[in-house]
Every structure is written in C-alpha cells, then in structure tokens.
C-alpha cells in the first residue's frame, strides 16, 4: 500500500487547470445536491450556506493542498493577515492548509534532481534521505550527508509552481469570489498583482539564497539567533543547499522557564523592530515553521528567507510616527498614522468614527501599560470586537491596505501570535522605546544596503 504522504504534484499547465475545473465542478455539484435537500425540508438556503457546508469545505482543502504552490501559499497568507475577519468555514479550509504537507513522490523528486543535478546526482551525497523533514507551499525539503560527512538540508521546489504562480493565484481569486464572501466594490488586483511578485520571488531560489548570505551578515554578532550557511556548489534555480542546524520545534520553547521564553520572545520582537527602523528589510513570513528552537544555547534557529523585502521609508516613517503617539497616548496622533500607514481609509475612518475611538482608547490603555506586558492576558480581544463588529459587517466601507504596510504588518501580527502562545512578558513598551531612540538619527534602510 502506498504512503499516504506522497502525492504528485499537478506540474503541467493543464493538469493544474484541470484540479481547478474539477474543484468548481465538486463545488457547484455539492450546491446543487444540498439545495435540492434543504428545499425538500421546506428550507430556503442561502448560496453562501451552500457553498461552504463541511463536504465543500472538505473538497476545498484537499484540492488546494494537493496543488501546493501558489494555491496554498496564498491560502496561508491569507489565513494569517485576516483569519479574525472571515467567516468561520472559510477561515477553517485556510487552516488545515497551513498545516496541509504532502510529499513529492520519490519518482518525480528523482526526475527534478536529474534535471538539476544530472543523471548521477546521488554519487554527490553519502547519504540522501528520501522522506522529506519539512514539506510546504512551494517546496520541501531533505537530509543529507556529504561525503565529508557534513550533514546538510536540501530545499527542492515542487515542478511546474513557478511556471503556475500568475494562474494559480487568480484561481484561487475566482474560487473566493465564487463563495460571495469578498464584496464586488472591493478591489482585490494591487494585492493580487503583489502576491503574484512575491510568490515569483519566492521561488527565485538564487534570490533566497542573497537573501540568506544577507540575514547572516546582518545577525553574524547576534548570539539569540542562528542562520544556515550555504552550500553554493548544490545550489541552482531550483535546489537550496545549507547547512542542516539541528533544533525543536519552536512550540517546545513553550517548555521552557518563564525568564527563557520571556528572552527568547523579546529577541524576535527586537529583531523586528531593527528589520523595520534599522535593515530597512525584512523577513515577512512569520510561519511558525520558518523557526527553530535549540534549548541548548538558548537560541531561535531562522530559516526560509524566500519571502525577506526591502521596507519603503514611507512604510517605516509611518510605523514611527504610530508607535510614538501611542507611547504618548495621543488619540489623534494614533488616527492620524494609522491613516498614513494605510491600515483605514478617510471614509472608513469617518463613518465609524466612534468605533475607532473606542478601539483607539482600548489599545492605549493595554498597550501603553508600563513595566511588564503579558502577551498570555488577552481580555482586551473581546472589547476591540465589540468596536470591530460593526465595521466588519460594513461591506460598502472595507479597505485593503497598501501591500507594503500588509507585509510588514503580517510579520508584526505573526510575530506577537507567537508570543501570546508561549505566553511570554516582557518590557514591551521600553523595548520599542529604545529601539526608536537608537534609530531616531538614521532614515530607515540606511543602516544595510
């Protein structure tokens, strides 16, 4: 019986195409089928009920999952940047893809190492383990051991995913219109034509690879952090070579004393704030995966700089210009940056205006607290959705942000979602206080060309 694990991914243009159609077909078919059901109970059914009944949501997954690429990169991503916002069915099929991983099988993994590597590929290794430790959107990747007996992981990209990113992605855009749940007024083609150019870039393993060498110079006195060397010599458009770094997953840190999840925790939010106001470039994917944890050393292994970016001065002035009215508790100030970041829009801001203030006034009062701030008390959660619920269910007035503010604000998000799981504390506020007074003098991006 063959491993449930391994599952060949649709390479060809057609046979990507092809999932797709079969994926409307199974979703027009299920509404069909539970229409007619809820009519014979006397019901009048909804099209969004139809749509997303568990069966729909069910097909939905596995066929995106199976796809891999830009179907389920876009998927996670979405997940992540507003998984509070939408409805439950749909935020459940984004979940399992976050956590979706099959593997290559070992015949078409052999067949794309031939075309990197040349017929003989396996006479470059002691060992090459052909189960993968690590499988995702866009790649997985595998253990080896050179004939020097270096251990080394190897990231191979999936076939045909970079040739289908730009078909890819407006399928799924046509899947989630298709459900009703994004309102026609909302133009949804700059974050599409963005997500296009990150994905593109994403799997530019030549690129990845700089953006490593990068993050290794930047963090080379950093004692918190470990970066993988690379492997130039197996490096090539399609295969990532480096060092394997030995480590847990970053949930066991969860394990660990309050203090060492407290340092550890701190550590990334510093990293954060530098990438932000110091590199004027940053790592965007907050994945708990792209992280390792080596309790011996106490240190946080990063990994898959794929989606790393440069920050548009724009961008940072405008977070400096946030975090310093909310460190002196200026309402007017917050609204002012948060219109300038483009997190809300003038309309939106002006017809809820009382929401606003009422989030605003929330947030200064958690936020701003000195001394300790404990990621673990999230009682404020419930008070901002009382704001939020009614300009969530204002269609008319939703707004996307700009794609470089949704960037960085995906890793901020990721990042404090890590430390409300490992239920860290630490001095928040005179953390981001003096990382703004280190970086007062420098325009953002100066520091690291």
């Known amino acids: 019986m063959s491993d449930p694990r391994f599952r060949k991914v649709p390479a060809g243009r057609l046979s990507r195409a092809a999932v797709f159609g079969q994926l409307a077909g199974s979703v027009a078919g299920g509404v069909l089928a539970e229409g007619a059901r809820r009519l014979a109970r006397g019901e009048r059914p909804h099209m969004q009920d139809l749509l997303l009944t568990p069966a729909s949501v069910g097909?939905?997954?596995?066929?995106?999952?199976?796809?891999?690429?830009?179907?389920?990169?876009?998927?996670?991503?979405?997940?992540?940047?507003?998984?509070?916002?939408?409805?439950?069915?749909?935020?459940?099929?984004?979940?399992?893809?976050?956590?979706?991983?099959?593997?290559?099988?070992?015949?078409?993994?052999?067949?794309?190492?031939?075309?990197?590597?040349?017929a003989d590929w396996r006479k470059r290794f002691r060992r090459f383990e052909a189960t993968p430790v690590a499988a995702a959107s866009?790649?997985?990747?595998?253990?080896?051991t050179l004939p020097d007996g270096r251990t080394v992981a190897i990231k191979v990209q999936y076939p045909g995913i970079a040739t289908s990113i730009d078909a890819d992605v407006d399928n799924v855009a046509t899947l989630l219109r298709m459900t009703g749940?994004?309102?026609?007024?909302?133009?949804?083609?700059?974050?599409?034509?963005?997500?296009?150019?990150?994905?593109?870039?994403?799997?530019?393993?030549?690129?990845?690879?700089?953006?490593?060498?990068?993050?290794?110079?930047?963090?080379?006195?950093?004692?918190?952090?470990?970066?993988?060397?690379?492997?130039e010599e197996l490096c090539s458009e399609r295969v990532l070579?480096?060092?394997?770094?030995?480590?847990?997953?970053?949930?066991?840190?969860?394990?660990?004393?309050q203090d060492v999840r407290d340092a550890a925790i701190e550590s990334l939010f510093r990293l954060v704030l530098r990438e932000l106001f110091e590199f004027g470039f940053m790592?965007?994917?907050?994945?708990?995966?792209?992280?390792?944890?080596?309790?011996?050393?106490?240190?946080?292994?990063l990994l898959d700089f794929g989606a790393a970016r440069g920050v548009v001065p724009e961008t940072a002035t405008a977070y400096r210009r946030l975090l310093a009215a909310g460190l002196v508790g200026d309402p007017a100030g917050l609204r002012a940056a948060m219109v300038e970041a483009g997190f809300v829009s003038p309309f939106m801001l002006e017809r809820h205006s009382a929401a606003f203030d009422?989030?605003?006034?929330?947030?200064?009062?958690?936020?701003?607290?000195?001394?300790?701030?404990?990621?673990?008390?999230?009682?404020?959660?419930?008070r901002l959705r009382g704001h939020l619920e009614g300009i969530v269910t204002d269609r008319a007035a939703?707004?996307?942000?700009?794609?470089?503010?949704?960037?960085?604000?995906?890793?901020?998000?990721g990042t404090a979602l890590l430390a409300v799981k490992m239920q860290a504390r630490f001095a928040l506020r005179d953390l981001v206080e003096s990382v703004l007074a280190e970086n007062r003098a420098a325009e953002p991006g100066e520091a690291v060309q």
């Open 59 to 118: 097909r939905v997954t596995e066929q995106l999952s199976r796809l891999r690429g830009a179907a389920m990169k876009l998927g996670q991503m979405i997940s992540m940047d507003a998984g509070d916002m939408l409805p439950p069915e749909l935020t459940a099929i984004l979940a399992r893809l976050r956590d979706a991983a099959h593997f290559m099988p070992p015949a078409q993994l052999d067949k794309v190492l031939r075309a990197e590597w040349g």
């Open 398 to 413: 939703w707004h996307i942000p700009p794609v470089e503010t949704l960037f960085v604000q995906r890793k901020i998000s």
């Open 181 to 231: 749940l994004l309102p026609a007024s909302l133009d949804i083609a700059p974050l599409l034509v963005e997500a296009k150019r990150q994905l593109h870039e994403e799997a530019d393993y030549h690129r990845e690879a700089a953006q490593l060498r990068r993050y290794a110079a930047m963090l080379a006195n950093q004692p918190a952090f470990v970066v993988p060397g690379l492997v």
């Open 358 to 382: 009422g989030m605003i006034a929330v947030l200064i009062e958690h936020l701003g607290r000195p001394g300790l701030f404990d990621f673990a008390d999230r009682s404020f959660v419930a």
């Open 241 to 257: 070579a480096m060092d394997f770094i030995s480590g847990q997953p970053i949930e066991t840190l969860l394990d660990a004393p």
């Open 138 to 144: 866009i790649g997985q990747v595998h253990r080896a």
């Open 283 to 301: 790592q965007t994917d907050p994945n708990f995966a792209n992280y390792r944890w080596q309790a011996d050393g106490a240190r946080i292994v």
